[in-house]
Each structure stands twice: as C-alpha cells, then as structure tokens.
C-alpha cells in the first residue's frame, strides 16, 4: 500500500553502482552493512547503494546537509554571520563529505580550516580556542579553571534562557 | 495514557511561553537534552510542580539500527523517565547511526523481517530498563528502501504487537509520507491498531525539490489538521502534541496553532 518505488511517478531513474548485488537478491542478515553503507551515502560522499532512488537520496542528504548548516550556525553564529547568505553553500559543499561530530567541533573545524584574522568571527574562534582544549579528534575540554565554570552551566540559570549549555555542549 | 489533550513539545527557546499556558497537562522533552545527575531544568520543574507530565522523547537510541542499542543511551533514558516521573517514554522507528557513523537525522528502515527483528530486539533491550511504558513513533521519510516486503501497517503492527509497545502516531508524518509517495493517508489509518495510540505528533513542513519536508519550523498546514480529524473520529487519541523546533512565530501564531489542534481533535483548549 506504500512505498511503491517502482510506482512512483517521480524520480523514475532507479540506479546505482554501489550495492554488492544485483536488485531483488537481499541475503538475509546483511542488514548493519546496508544501513553502513546508505549512512555513508547520506554522510561521507560515497555512492548510493543499489537500488535506491538516487534522486530522492540526494534530496535527502541535502536537508540533512543543510540542518547541520542551521545547528552550527546556532553554536558559531558570528562564523555563519561572517559568510552572511553564503553560509548555508559554505557549510554544505565543507560538510559534503565530513559525517558530523556534533555542532560544536564540525564549526570549530571549519572555522579553523577558514582561520578568519579579524572581526567577530576570529573573535568567536579565539574566544572558545582559550576557553576549550580541543584536538581536533575528540570532545573539546574546558580549560583549568573554566571546568568549573562549565559545570556551573550544565545545571544553572542558563538552562532557563536556553541558550549557553545548549550551544557549547560538546556532543557526543 | 490518561487523555491530556493538547501539549507542546517543551524546548528552551519557547520555556516562557510554555509556562504560560494555563490548561496544559502534558509536554514532551528531548531525552537526550536533559541531564539525569543533574537538577530538573528550572522550567520542567515548574511544569511538575503543576502537575504537568513530563514525556521524554528519544531521538538517538537508533532503535532501528542492527547493532544492539547503546546501553548507556538506554540507562539514560530510564534516568531521565525517573527523574521526571514520567508515565511513559517514547522513540522512533528508524536508525540514526551505522558502521560507527552519526547520521545526524533519522533514517527509515527497509520494511522486511530483519528489520522487524532488530527494531523487536531493541526495544525489549530497551523496556528491560525502563519502569514505564515506551511508545514507538513511525518517521517520515523522503526515500525508501528499494525491497520492502511489508506494508507499512504491516510493518508497524507486527513491531507493536510483539514489543507490546505503544504508538506515537505523527500526523504530520503520516501526511507528508502519503503525500510523498501518492498513497492514501486515510488507509493507513484505517489499517494501524489505533487503539495503541499513547499520543499523537502534530507539526508544519513545506515543499521543497517536488518534496514535502517535514520541518518543524514551518506552520501545521490545514490537510494535517484534516488528518486530525479524521483521525479522532475514527478513534481519538488521548493526547496530542505540537511540535515545533525552530524558527519560532510570535507567541499568538503558536497559541492559534495550539487551537487549531483543539479544535480539530475536540479537546479543550489549553491556551
């Protein structure tokens, strides 16, 4: 009753080089490597898996692409407001083929990737670069003395206005 | 579940306005926003302290995965459910993650016996640690697999029955999947067990790309609340809730939605 790819009147071009088999010969228990390799898909660049519609994929990795681009731009507002209307193609075409590591380290990457020199933007960066000790590989921790103040913000007023621990929550 | 009528789901950004609401009776929280070692956010808190119940909403067990679910995840959402003296929990029907690698969004699975299986194997891993009841929520999805061998209310009556779980129904979903795929929304309703519904989603999307998205951050569009309708006069839920995650309107927009939603489904309004 749903779902019908082969009846659906849009997107008509079912094809794909990706997928290990030919359509119609799904081995059982093969399921983690089918949803690894549509994950991939969707996040890393790599090709649509057999069978899938492509078009519909592709639209599919875009608002996911271009929901990231929103969620950054609220944990680095002055980095998205430094790109102004570009922003969302900035992030998006950074993002094609990098599966998110939560809001915090995919902006923090890209900013350092775009390394601004002036303005709120090289603010921004430079205020969470002395605040925060991150890698480049795994979760940003808070500097010394700032570890206090970071745990202050997971359970104090901030949470009422919504906003700080929301944004600088490094996630997991 | 106790008829609550309309709720709202609860997000920091529009905590003022939720407190604000005098008749509501029952919010939604994302789980994975609160913090079981620490105090209730001041604005839950308040909420309880009105006897408001609080539901946490999962979005990141990835019930749907192959993998066993995240048992850390899973004690976490008991602690939340606990923390808020929740009377009950809910998840989707989907994956979010694979092969070590964050999606970033929900996924749908392909509608076959594996799938069926592992959804089945996670949530018993899941209800293993809880002490309320979990309700499970079908996804909207732009694609999908391309070698389904059920039907959706196959698929989602087969993963009910034998989790013993209950729905959380989204409209919206339920509207923007038929009007994705050129299916009749009213036959599925006429095909799930409507009778498992512990609450209903309710929210707004647009159409982008000859596609309907379901965004949150769009107005509820009238066919969804149509739907509504049609969905309580075959069999009213106990409680429906707006969903809202972004570009929040002005305070009188979301009041207006919050009634359009009492009216359609015949409850008071909370507003």
Same mark, same amino acid.
């Given at each position: 009753?749903?779902?019908?790819?082969?009846?659906?009147?849009?997107?008509?071009?079912?094809?794909?080089?990706?997928?290990?088999?030919?359509?119609?010969?799904?081995?059982?228990?093969?399921?983690?490597?089918?949803?690894?390799?549509?994950?991939?898909?969707?996040?890393?660049?790599?090709?649509?898996?057999?069978?899938?519609?492509?078009?519909?994929?592709?639209?599919?990795?875009?608002?996911?692409?271009?929901?990231?681009?929103?969620?950054?731009?609220?944990?680095?507002?002055?980095?998205?407001?430094?790109?102004?209307?570009?922003?969302?193609?900035?992030?998006?075409?950074?993002?094609?083929?990098?599966?998110?590591?939560?809001?915090?380290?995919?902006?923090?990457?890209?900013?350092?990737?775009?390394?601004?020199?002036?303005?709120?933007?090289?603010?921004?960066?430079?205020?969470?670069?002395?605040?925060?000790?991150?890698?480049?590989?795994?979760?940003?921790?808070?500097?010394?003395?700032?570890?206090?103040?970071?745990?202050?913000?997971?359970?104090?007023?901030?949470?009422?206005?919504?906003?700080?621990?929301?944004?600088?929550?490094?996630?997991? | 579940?106790?008829?609550?009528? !309309?709720?709202?789901?609860?997000?920091?950004?529009?905590?003022?306005?939720?407190?604000?609401?005098?008749?509501?009776?029952?919010?939604?929280?994302?789980?994975?926003? !609160? @913090?079981?070692?620490?105090? &209730?956010?001041?604005?839950?808190?308040?909420?309880?302290?009105?006897?408001?119940?609080?539901?946490? @909403?999962?979005?990141?067990?990835?019930?749907?995965?192959?993998?066993?679910?995240?048992?850390?995840?899973?004690?976490?959402?008991?602690?939340?459910?606990?923390?808020?003296?929740?009377?009950? &929990?809910?998840? @989707?029907?989907?994956?979010?993650?694979?092969?070590?690698?964050?999606?970033?969004?929900?996924?749908?699975?392909?509608?076959?016996?594996?799938?069926?299986?592992? !959804?089945?194997?996670?949530?018993?891993?899941?209800?293993?640690?809880?002490?309320?009841?979990?309700?499970?929520?079908?996804?909207?999805?732009?694609?999908?697999?391309?070698?389904?061998?059920?039907?959706?209310?196959?698929?989602?009556?087969?993963?009910?029955?034998?989790?013993?779980?209950?729905?959380?129904?989204?409209?919206?979903?339920? *509207?923007?999947?038929?009007?994705?795929?050129?299916?009749?929304?009213?036959?599925?309703?006429?095909?799930?067990?409507?009778?498992?519904?512990? *609450?209903?989603? !309710?929210?707004?999307?647009?159409?982008?790309?000859? &596609? *309907?998205?379901?965004?949150?951050? @769009?107005?509820?569009?009238?066919?969804?609340?149509?739907?509504?309708?049609?969905?309580?006069?075959?069999?009213?839920?106990?409680?429906?809730?707006?969903?809202?995650?972004?570009? *929040?309107?002005?305070?009188?927009?979301?009041?207006?939605?919050?009634?359009?939603?009492?009216?359609?489904?015949?409850?008071?309004?909370?507003?």
């Amino acid at each position: 009753m749903t779902g019908d790819l082969a009846a659906r009147p849009a997107g008509g071009h079912a094809t794909g080089d990706a997928g290990p088999r030919p359509a119609g010969e799904h081995a059982t228990g093969d399921l983690a490597a089918r949803q690894a390799a549509l994950v991939a898909a969707l996040t890393s660049g790599a090709a649509v898996p057999h069978g899938f519609d492509e078009r519909l994929v592709g639209i599919a990795r875009d608002a996911l692409l271009r929901k990231r681009a929103g969620e950054v731009a609220r944990a680095w507002p002055l980095l998205a407001a430094d790109r102004g209307d570009r922003w969302p193609a900035v992030f998006m075409e950074w993002a094609a083929a990098r599966p998110t590591n939560g809001s915090l380290r995919d902006g923090w990457d890209l900013a350092r990737s775009l390394a601004p020199r002036t303005g709120p933007a090289a603010a921004e960066l430079a205020a969470r670069e002395a605040a925060w000790r991150y890698d480049g590989i795994s979760a940003p921790v808070p500097r010394g003395r700032l570890s206090g103040w970071a745990r202050s913000v997971r359970s104090g007023a901030l949470w009422e206005s919504g906003g700080l621990w929301t944004r600088l929550r490094p996630k997991d | 579940m106790t008829p609550y009528g !309309v709720g709202i789901g609860w997000r920091p950004e529009i905590a003022g306005f939720v407190a604000e609401l005098p008749g509501l009776r029952f919010v939604e929280v994302v789980a994975e926003s !609160v @913090h079981a070692d620490a105090p &209730v956010p001041p604005g839950l808190a308040a909420l309880r302290d009105r006897d408001v119940a609080v539901i946490p @909403h999962g979005v990141r067990l990835s019930l749907g995965g192959a993998e066993p679910v995240d048992p850390d995840r899973v004690d976490h959402l008991a602690a939340v459910a606990s923390l808020l003296d929740a009377p009950l &929990v809910s998840e @989707h029907i989907a994956f979010v993650r694979a092969g070590g690698v964050e999606a970033g969004h929900l996924l749908p699975l392909p509608r076959s016996r594996e799938a069926v299986d592992a !959804v089945v194997a996670n949530v018993a891993r899941t209800q293993a640690a809880l002490a309320v009841p979990i309700a499970l929520e079908p996804i909207a999805a732009v694609f999908d697999w391309p070698d389904d061998e059920l039907s959706e209310a196959e698929f989602l009556t087969e993963i009910l029955e034998r989790t013993d779980a209950l729905l959380l129904l989204d409209i919206a979903n339920v *509207y923007a999947n038929a009007r994705n795929r050129g299916t009749d929304p009213l036959a599925l309703l006429d095909a799930l067990p409507l009778d498992r519904i512990a *609450y209903c989603h !309710v929210a707004g999307g647009a159409e982008a790309g000859g &596609v *309907y998205h379901d965004t949150h951050t @769009h107005p509820v569009p009238e066919p969804v609340l149509d739907l509504v309708s049609a969905l309580c006069a075959r069999c009213r839920p106990p409680a429906l809730l707006l969903e809202r995650d972004g570009a *929040y309107p002005a305070a009188d927009t979301l009041r207006a939605e919050l009634d359009a939603i009492a009216a359609a489904s015949g409850y008071p309004a909370v507003t």
